[in-house]
């Protein structure tokens, strides 16, 4: 079991805790959530072998993510100071590997502080599914102090926070847990979501990985996650083709398993006042069909990486959920041809992509399921920094570079017949989150500050409203706030 | 070679009074279906159909105190024609025909011949010589043949009654999951439904959320005591308003329907109580 030790608990107003820790191969991914966390202060502190202390001060959500970690031992400890008062929690790689969960995983201290551990899901995953059999659906064999302890602190989570993806994850987290028996063909789905709760089924970083893909009508996340800096030129793309993709997990016994779970939850929260339910499964987001994330040998996604010459053509993308189709947020992409593929879902997104700089979006046809909002093609500006949510509505080129050069960007004319709704170089008159907007971006210029800022964003981590100030002292530097 | 043969002229009278008996629901006697019995203090029921098939679940909750219940699943079976005759009857009472007025047409055009209508025994009342059944049927799908996701449930929900007297009511009609909680009142244990603005506003692409509505029993019909909308699928259906504003509607819609199904004109109070 993966106990963590509360050593100190004197928090009232902190009332309420839940901590899912989830290890995978290369990384090392948390999530907490506290009441009143704008009065609170909290890191984690991870040790792997003999000393590597890393520290992570965050918001709300801080997360860990080591690439690459070798690291077999580590120990991990959560702190929370507020009002001067000390909390925090620890675990090693000895109790965070077993299998088990419990009923002791739920903990309410004294002070009202409930710790949900979970399980190690990561680690007993692909081993147990080899031992399970197939059937013509798949099983669940539920623990009922687990479903009651998922219950209970879901229902009080959300009733906090009202986050859909905290409770979604613990379900999923569940479920994943539970499953008993496989319908056939639908291995490959459970095996991706053990390897990470957002793990799609099928992740490719090479042009080869795409003769591996195949028609799918089962997956949980997305369908493909095309990971890639692109083809070699124009002539000799990367192409995705005559790929037959069916939701049918929205109609699944893992939607059903899932939306029973959702039912009793909000059940809990049925006189709570709150104005939401925790959504059914076919509308958990952050699901795509086809999902496109640009790299590069010297920057990532977030820093503007580019994807260049990718086909998707004549593709089909079927669902009755909230599923994305073909979606982009991060990064950007040159010759990107969108052609002749059919995609009807109840998502929000039918194709979405954010910094697309050339290409063509022509013949394909796309629908709205029942219920789903009116289908539509859009183009959004490059987006730079992730959860940063700095958008470049256009770019400045260094004299001499011309179209076609390397290191020149524009938002250039889509060809192609497709209705777009082309949103690059707008501001919208109501901004939501946090998002600012840059004109006349230098991006090879923020790419080549970057590492500078990254370092000192790190030092920065103690303090971290500081952060947003450090972006935009960075983006100062390379282009004009809009 | 033909045989004719001859017929007694009494099958004609024995005939007749099958028929009269078949298609008079008060007088038919139901099958027995799963019984959900009495020993428990809170039961939450939900059945969801899909590819021909359904799942039941229900939880029974020993007590007030207890924080989750013991799961019963599979114990919804198919109704017998009578009860789902009975659910249709102009001779059977039911105050919600206003509201889910689609139902009883689809009813009427044949559109749910074929659609699966299951069941199970359950008492609302302590009286001891009426019978009562919560039923349940994808009349959505069976309408559209899919079902419009995240603004309803897949299943409708009945909970109807036959008295001593043989005389059928529905006591609740509604729409996924629904609570019976065993505090009598008025002799007939307290309910908690959802009612779909959806139902409530056909073929209005803005209608969205629903209503969570407690119900007590007074001289025979349940009455809404407390009311807390929830704005579901607002964000895409009034994708121009505010939080605020998409609740307003969203409680307003559901208000004007229990208007409908009550005749009474409620106003919600903060804590969520309903007065008239």
């Known amino acids: 079991m993966a106990r963590f030790i509360a050593t100190s608990i004197n928090l009232p107003k902190v009332d309420n805790t839940a901590i899912t820790k989830i290890r995978s191969g290369t990384k090392l991914y948390s999530i907490c959530e506290f009441q009143g966390m704008h009065n609170a202060y909290f890191y984690w502190q991870v040790e792997f072998n003999d000393a590597f202390p890393i520290r992570v001060k965050g918001l709300n959500r801080p997360q860990i993510d080591i690439t690459p970690w070798d690291g077999k031992e580590y120990r991990i400890r959560l702190f929370v100071t507020y009002r001067g008062e000390n909390i925090y929690f620890e675990a090693d790689h000895l109790v965070a590997e077993s299998e088990s969960f419990e009923a002791q995983d739920l903990e309410v201290a004294d002070s009202g502080v409930a710790v949900v551990l979970g399980p190690d899901v990561l680690n007993t995953g692909v081993e147990e599914l080899a031992e399970t059999t197939t059937t013509s659906s798949d099983t669940f064999n539920f623990n009922s102090r687990d479903e009651e302890a998922l219950i209970l602190t879901a229902a009080a989570v959300f009733r906090k926070n009202q986050n859909q993806d905290l409770a979604h994850n613990a379900i999923l987290t569940f479920l994943l847990k539970s499953v008993s028996t496989l319908q056939e063909g639908h291995e490959p789905a459970y095996e991706a979501m053990k390897r990470g709760l957002n793990h799609p089924l099928h992740h490719v970083r090479k042009s080869s990985g795409l003769s591996k893909v195949k028609n799918s009508d089962f997956f949980i996340r997305d369908f493909l996650m095309l990971h890639t800096q692109g083809g070699e030129s124009a002539g000799d793309p990367i192409m995705l083709k005559n790929i037959s993709i069916f939701d049918g997990a929205v109609d699944s016994d893992f939607s059903y398993e899932f939306n029973l779970l959702v039912d009793q939850i909000n059940e809990r929260n049925e006189e709570a006042g709150l104005r939401h339910d925790v959504k059914y499964f076919d509308q958990l987001a952050h699901r795509d069909g086809l999902q496109l994330i640009p790299k590069s040998a010297s920057v990532n996604q977030f820093m503007g990486a580019t994807m260049s010459h990718v086909t998707l053509r004549s593709n089909t993308i079927e669902s009755q959920g909230a599923l994305q189709g073909i979606f982009a947020s991060d990064g950007s992409f040159r010759n990107l041809h969108i052609i002749n593929n059919r995609i009807s879902t109840a998502g929000a997104h039918t194709i979405a992509i954010a910094g697309m700089l050339s290409g063509k979006i022509s013949g394909n046809y796309i629908t709205a399921a029942d219920a789903g909002p009116s289908p539509k093609a859009t183009l959004y500006p490059l987006r730079i920094g992730g959860g940063a949510n700095i958008k470049v509505l256009s770019f400045s080129n260094k004299q001499g570079l011309s179209e076609g050069d390397e290191g020149y960007y524009e938002y250039e004319k889509i060809e192609g017949d497709q209705v777009l709704n082309d949103l690059r170089s707008v501001k919208p008159r109501v901004s939501r989150g946090t998002a600012t907007y840059w004109h006349d971006v230098d991006l090879p210029k923020l790419q080549s500050l970057y590492p500078a800022t990254y370092a000192r964003v790190r030092r920065l981590g103690d303090w971290p409203h500081e952060i947003p100030r450090a972006w935009n002292s960075l983006m100062q530097q390379v282009g004009t706030k809009a | ?276």
């Open chain 2, 1 to 276: 070679m033909m045989l004719k043969q001859k017929t007694n002229p009494s099958a004609y009278f024995f005939g007749l009074m099958a028929f009269l008996l078949l298609s008079a629901p008060t007088m038919t006697s139901a099958e027995p279906l799963y019984d959900l019995g009495n020993n428990w203090y809170k039961m939450s029921v939900s059945v969801s159909f899909r590819n021909n098939s359904y799942h039941d679940r229900v939880s029974l909750y020993a007590n007030k105190q207890a924080v989750s219940g013991q799961t019963v699943r599979g114990v919804f079976k198919p109704i017998p024609d009578s009860l789902k005759a009975a659910l249709f009857s102009d001779q059977t009472i039911n105050p919600f025909r206003a509201v889910f007025n689609d139902v009883q047409a689809a009813h009427q055009r044949g559109q749910l011949n074929n659609c699966p209508f299951v069941g199970v025994e359950l008492s609302l009342n302590e009286h001891s010589q009426s019978q009562g059944w919560l039923i349940s049927a994808p009349v959505s799908i069976c309408l559209t043949g899919s079902y419009q996701r995240s603004r309803e449930p897949d299943s409708h929900v009945w909970l109807l009654q036959r008295n001593a007297q043989g005389r059928y009511q529905v006591l609740m009609e509604s729409a996924g999951v629904v609570q019976v909680i065993d505090e009598a009142a008025g002799g007939y244990k307290q309910l908690q439904t959802r009612l779909y603005n959806y139902h409530l506003s056909e073929g209005n692409q803005q209608a969205c959320g629903y209503g969570s509505i407690s119900w007590v029993n007074r001289g025979g019909r349940y009455w809404p005591t407390r009311l807390f909308s929830k704005v579901n699928g607002c964000d895409r259906h009034l994708p121009n308003a505010n939080e605020q504003q998409r609740f307003q509607q969203v409680e307003e819609g559901v208000l004007l329907g229990l208007r409908r199904i009550t005749g009474r004109v409620f106003k919600r109070a903060d804590n969520g109580s309903l007065v008239y």
